[in-house]
């Protein structure tokens, strides 16, 4: 938390491995893991998840595809088992009680056309979907 | 060198999967064409009187014909001496079954994921086989013809069939129609035929796939579909070539004819060999497409995946000639390295309501250059023509190019036409959001690459569109600017 400009942005970013940032000096420790070694990637599959404040529209690619791509590699990564069809789909029902979202929404297009809440109640949805073990939210107010 | 240019430098270095040959005896003309090849083809096939002379006219007029300019592609003048214009895998006189075809052929194509033995095949595409300059291999053919359909090579076609053949050849695409159409005609040696009788709709996809082997040689095939009345088709083509490091010239034509109520629906998956990263080697892709909405209400839809070739040069074209036809066109092409596409389409509106959509998605990346040219033309007839044109680029890294070159004519002023286009970049802040996510930068790219072309790749049957998606992601991961 803090006032406007005082590098809530920066440092989410930075933690989060954007590119348009070059650390200088010192060591993010992450569980044990120094994170300025690890790509945006691992980082994310290590458990940093940022939630952004105007999320990206992907035109063509579902909001299911998208997860079912990101969940497995993140298995992946952890050592865990790729999950087949079913297992997938049986996980999205129970996360999208969790945070009350239609079914619909699933087959759309990544966040092409939503409207900020809904944006946002699809970001909340992707959260613990990929199950990180830390979550840093970024509210920026628009000019 | 930023992480995004290394990936791309990685990924659009994937070497190219079909590049294998196989050793084949083959039987093949003397290099070089003159009236002496066009007469050895059609001895060669054993063909009639009227045929030799159908080509012979189409190689005077070729010889007077001069090789078009306009394309934006460039490349060095062909040597049409240079080139074998005939070349047949050897095989015994006469195939009775698919157990006398050489191992070393069935082997080929199960190389390429297409069994030539039926019980193995997924049911629902029936194949018609070309390696080189003739067809090989066509299945299912009892099945089909239980049904009055004719599936067969073109060279069968010419022996059963003459009437038909000699009705529909050159009736969609004049013999001297442009230079290539010229070419192919005097010297074409097989391809695929295919008549659905009135009323039929054709219980499974069939299928044409094409495989240059012998170097030095050209492919020149023809493929004719004749719908009658009230029919339905869906044809598949697809096709690979050895890597070589001299260019290979395949010009082809291909001739949809659609009667009253017929529909055909034609797909390409098109992946020749497209040169290596230097630019080196590569088929040259110069093939006349064209389909004629011949009777009321008939329709004729392309889509094509084109990711191969050095260069490729076509325009899957609709004449909508009767009432009421629909023409469509559904297009992604692909280009990377030096590769250079001038590909689009033509909708050509002669009768009355006439409809035709457009949606052309070209991808660009490495140093290629990908141009759309089509053209759309309401001739004065054809009132409350409609047409809908889309055409989107998407450009990766900072040293390819994208071009649009729309032609509208319109001489009927109740026509209806739209025109839309987009050129867009993979996005950083697209790649960045899929990294946080744990997607990993090749899976990115083509998920959004997929994404884009998604519209176009939902129109290719089932089989075909899984190859695609990886096709365009085999293509393309990673190559973001």
Known sequence: MGPNGSGKSTLAS???GREDFEVTQGTVDFLGKNLLDLSPEDRAREGIFMAFQYPVEIPGVSTINFMKSAINQIRTYRGQQVLDAVSFLQLMKEKMKLVEIDQ????????????????????FFRWPCSNPSSLSLMRQTRD | MSKSNQVLEEITSKEYEHGWTVNLEADEAPMGLNEGTVR??????GEPEWLLEWRLKAFRLWQKMIEPTWPNVTYPSIDYQNIIYYSAPKKKANLNSLNEVDPELIKTFEKL????????????VAVDAVIDSVSVATTFKEKLSELGIIFCSFSEAVREHPELIKKYLGSVVPINDNYFAALNSAVFSDGSFCYIPKGIRCPMELSTYFRINAANTGQFERTLIVADEGSYVSYLEGCTAPMRDENQLHAAVVELYTMKDAEIKYSTVQNWYPGDKNGKGGIYNFVTKRGLCFGDRSKISWTQVETGSAITWKYPSCILKGDNSVGEFYSVAV???????????KMIHIGKNTRSRIVSKGISAGKSQNSYRGQVHVMKRASNARNHSQCDSLLMGDQCGAHTFPYIDVENNSARIEHEATTSKIGEDQIFYCLQRGIDEEAAVALIVNGYAKEVLNQLPMEFAVEAQKLLALTLEGSVG
Do not use: C, P, W
């Open chain 2, 40 to 45: 050895f083809i059609s001895a060669k096939k």
């Open chain 1, 14 to 16: 930075v933690l989060a």
């Open chain 2, 335 to 345: 280009t990377n390295n030096y590769q250079q596409a001038d590909t689009g389409t």
């Open chain 2, 113 to 124: 994921g297409i069994s030539l033995t039926e019980q193995k095949r997924l049911t629902g």
């Open chain 1, 104 to 123: 619909s929404l699933l087959s759309r297009s990544l966040n092409e056309g939503f409207r900020e809440v809904k944006r946002n109640v699809m970001k």
